[in-house]
């Protein structure tokens, strides 16, 4: 049986491709697919959204979701976030609008398709390893660097995916983002 969690999130994603939004999964879903699975409250996408998508996304999405239009009129004019919420369940997810930035860009180059749970066939853009550790480490640098969740996310990530991970691409974006004694924390715990 599927979880209530990935049944929800599942309807949202058919949502997106069915629109044809593109999308990848990111946060704990992702470092679940790449890492140590676990329970998660919600779900992050990050979504390229225009202001074209948003009638039709709210048509979709109405009834099953909250869903503020103008809150995500607001968040792809600032490349923010907003959220839905499923009303039967209360599960949130998190839409994170594409920015542009290079790091950005290179994330959505090496998106991956992958399966949300491990006995079930449908595929899902998602977030490859190497971003997943990255925008966790992010994370838990805004954070204060005090979310235990987010630094066991990224050691999962690293102890699962081991000698797999591109290193130079890690080590250099790690770089780049001002992560780079966080990684190398992380990678010397892992």
């Known amino acids: 049986m599927i979880p209530e969690t990935t049944r929800v999130a599942l309807q949202v994603i058919d949502i997106l491709e069915e629109l044809g ?8 879903f992702a ?9 998660t409250r919600d779900l992050d996408l990050v979504v390229d959204l225009q202001v074209g998508h948003v009638r039709h996304l709210v048509s979709r999405l109405e009834g099953d979701f909250y869903v503020d239009p103008e809150m995500i009129h607001s968040a792809i004019g600032r490349r923010g976030s907003f959220n839905i919420v499923h009303l039967a369940s ?24 992958r399966s949300l749970l491990t006995d079930l066939p449908r595929e899902v853009t998602v977030s490859s390893a190497e971003d997943t550790v990255l925008r966790k480490l ?10 235990e969740r987010q630094w066991l996310d990224v050691l ?7 000698e797999r991970l591109d290193r130079d691409y890690l080590e250099y974006w790690a770089e780049e983002l001002e992560l780079a004694d966080l990684l190398e924390r992380a990678l010397a715990e892992a």
């Not at 939004?21 to 704990?28: E, K, Q």
């Not at 999962?156 to 081991?162: E, F, N």
């Open 31 to 39: 470092s679940s697919i790449h890492g140590v699975p676990r329970q």
């Open 90 to 113: 209360g599960f949130k997810v998190d839409m994170f609008c594409l920015k542009s930035g290079f790091f950005d860009r290179s994330e959505v180059k090496r998106r991956l398709r």
């Open 21 to 28: 939004i593109s999308y990848h999964v990111g946060g704990s």
């Open 138 to 147: 992010e994370w838990y640098k805004i954070g204060g660097q005090v979310s």
């Open 156 to 162: 999962g990530v690293l102890r699962i995916q081991g």
